[in-house]
């Protein structure tokens, strides 16, 4: 089947500090994966994607690269803000009309 | 561009009600779907469609009904509240592999 596994959180850092949100799945084809944030009383936002292996997806300092041999794409950022502060979703989709997310990272960052 | 729109934000009723929960999207995108939010759980699908008139269920269909009878509008009908329908409800649309647009979501308690 067809499945997102994320580390379990909540994450806790201080301002500048690197951050990495690990992400694998289980995947019958091959699919697309993105990252999806949510921040307090939204509904959630698209980060990044990457449609094929070893694609890196980037978006507002944030990075990850499709690892098709370690069934991964890890989340990174060189140096959070405390704006990043909200919950990180990792998905994958064949078909863009059904996705598969994880469970969620929440993350908070203190200046 | 208003986007995917949600109403109503914020929702309480009895056991046994029926209510319908309004989701419409002014991008002209061909797929709409539904989601709830649950602690833990991540994001679960309930209902989708590739375009109006045309319907599907998800990993979670049972109380819901949907229908799209427009390519804008995709609205989600409880048939009788249950409590364990207590959940965050997102709507979101989407075109092939572009990746979700979320409406802000609606909080539907059941009590």
């Known amino acids: 089947g067809n499945s997102v596994t994320q580390m379990e959180g909540p994450v806790t850092l201080s301002e500048e500090a690197f951050l990495t949100i690990n992400c694998t799945y289980t995947?019958?084809?091959?699919?697309?994966l993105f990252w999806y944030v949510q921040y307090p009383g939204e509904g959630l936002q698209l980060l990044l994607k990457?449609?094929?292996?070893?694609d890196k997806g980037s978006n507002k300092g944030f990075e990850a690269t499709y690892r098709k041999e370690t069934t991964s794409f890890h989340l990174e950022k060189g140096s959070v803000q405390v704006s990043d502060s909200a919950v990180y979703f990792c998905?994958?989709?064949?078909?863009?009309?059904?996705?598969?997310f994880g469970t969620g990272t929440s993350l908070t960052v203190i200046p | 561009n208003a986007g995917v729109t949600q109403t109503p934000k914020f929702q309480v009723l009895k056991t046994g009600q029926s209510m319908t929960l309004q989701c419409a999207q002014d991008?002209?995108?061909?797929?709409m779907s539904w989601y709830r939010q649950d602690p833990g759980m991540g994001l679960r699908l309930i209902h989708y469609?590739?375009?109006?008139?045309?319907?599907d269920q998800g990993e979670v269909p049972n109380g819901y009904n949907v229908s799209r009878s427009t390519t804008e509008d995709f609205p989600l009908r409880l048939l009788s509240a249950a409590p364990s329908q207590t959940s965050v409800y997102f709507c979101?649309?989407?075109?092939?592999?572009?990746?979700?647009?979320f409406g802000s979501g609606t909080r539907l308690t059941v009590v």
């Open positions: 990457a449609t094929k292996a070893d």
């Open positions: 995947a019958t084809g091959y699919p697309s």
């Open positions: 998905a994958l989709s064949y078909t863009g009309n059904q996705f598969y």
């Open positions: 469609s590739v375009g109006a008139g045309i319907t």
């Open positions: 991008m002209n995108h061909e797929y």
């Open positions: 979101a649309s989407s075109t092939t592999m572009g990746g979700y647009t």
